[in-house]
């Protein structure tokens, strides 16, 4: 009876599995980011937004951009591994680290990669009434489905924002300096950058979209091959984009998708506690809603037309007002002073009413908002309550 030949006969080595080769390729890792998750789901990079987004089957395109831009060995660095990607221009440098610096917000009404998703089969249809729309002499557009560039994907992004829309013009980054073409004629309005968007016209420029129309998202647009059209538009559509700050790494700024000042906030842990109860028995109104970014405004009238403080002898005094808390607590080096002005500063840390989840009683003011010039009896009656 003949042996099996052992695995390793000939001095070959083992053939590695194939869960090995897909290691790099594993569940997209979601970011932590202390803002970011309060107004999103769920917070990915951008290459693992992408990864999650193709097929299973796309085994070369998911290692491509895998490996794109990533060192080979730990002691390497990912510039030098890109610089054999790079280019006469440096733009797949660029590109690699716009693909890991980049944050993606997915919201929770996200088009899912679904064939049965009611929302997909739909921007197929969208797809199609945009390319029938489009008229003759729109020169440098080709708008054949399933093979959209770059900057024609963008167009269709706009296109479809202000179709759905029934608002002068949509919350949106991109649809800024957009606007609907009036009947009567474009009554001298640009048509350069919206050339290829049936029924919009540019009265401004849109610097957001003028970074995503691009040669960097071009090449990105390249190397995710077919269907990268639709990968765009899920993301344009459905998601935020944040740009890393280069000389603060831990700041971004958003390139595309609803502002943050339009999105609700998540309750954190505090938000949900119960209110405590005042000495009548009745529950306090301290934490009872919560606003978005947009709804917090400031009182103008107040800061600046109110009428000038004036002092014993009718002359204007100028600064702060003599009850202000920085004029009450005045001495830098008292740790009880500097908690108690923190105390006016960050009302919402504390337990105090603030402009963020708290309600305003009509019976104390008829403005939108309380004045928080003086609160020492509020925090009076928290500390003896804590």
């Avoid at 290691?23 to 789901?41: G, K």
């Avoid at 060995?73 to 890991?100: I, K």
Wanted: charged share 25%; with cysteine; net charge positive.
């Amino acid at each position: 009876m003949k042996r099996k030949r052992s695995a390793h006969a000939g001095g070959r080595p083992p053939k590695r599995t194939r869960d090995a080769d897909q290691s790099a390729i594993a569940t997209p890792t979601p970011v932590d980011h202390p803002v970011l998750q309060r107004l999103y789901p769920e917070i990915l990079s951008l290459r693992h937004y992408l990864l999650a987004r193709l097929p299973s089957s796309s085994k070369n395109r998911r290692r491509k951009i895998s490996q794109f831009g990533v060192s080979s060995s730990p002691g390497q660095d990912a510039t030098a591994t890109c610089s054999s990607h790079v280019d006469s221009d440096g733009v797949d440098v660029e590109l690699g680290r716009l693909l890991d610096s980049t944050l993606v917000g997915v919201s929770p009404k996200a088009t899912t990669t679904r064939a049965d998703d009611p929302a997909k089969e739909a921007r197929e249809k969208d797809i199609q009434t945009f390319s029938q729309q489009l008229s003759d002499h729109s020169t440098g557009c080709t708008f054949q489905p399933g093979g959209f560039l770059q900057g024609e994907t963008v167009n269709f992004v706009i296109w479809l924002l202000f179709k759905k829309s029934s608002a002068h013009r949509p919350l949106h980054l991109l649809c800024h300096g957009f606007q609907r073409a009036s009947q009567r004629g474009q009554n001298g309005l640009k048509l350069s950058a919206a050339q290829c968007i049936p029924g919009i016209v540019s009265h401004s420029p849109n610097t957001y979209v003028d970074t995503l129309k691009g040669p960097l998202w071009h090449r990105l647009r390249s190397l995710l091959g077919p269907g990268g059209d639709r990968m765009m538009m899920d993301l344009l559509l459905d998601c935020g984009i944040f740009y890393r700050i280069d000389s603060r790494p831990s700041n971004f700024y958003q390139l595309s998708g609803t502002p943050v000042s339009e999105l609700r906030h998540a309750p954190v842990a505090d938000d949900n506690r119960k209110a405590p109860k005042t000495t009548s028995g009745k529950q306090s109104i301290l934490t009872r809603e919560i606003r978005n970014p947009g709804e917090i405004t400031f009182v103008r009238n107040r800061m600046l037309y109110a009428r000038a403080a004036l002092n014993a002898k009718g002359g204007v005094r100028f600064g702060m007002r003599h009850i202000h808390v920085l004029n009450r607590f005045p001495n830098l080096k008292d740790e009880e002073q500097t908690i108690h002005i923190m105390r006016y500063i960050f009302p919402r840390q504390f337990g105090l009413h603030n402009v963020f989840i708290s309600q305003v009683d009509s019976r104390e003011t008829s403005m939108q908002f309380k004045d928080y010039t003086l609160r020492e009896r509020e925090i009076q009656q928290t500390m003896h309550r804590d």
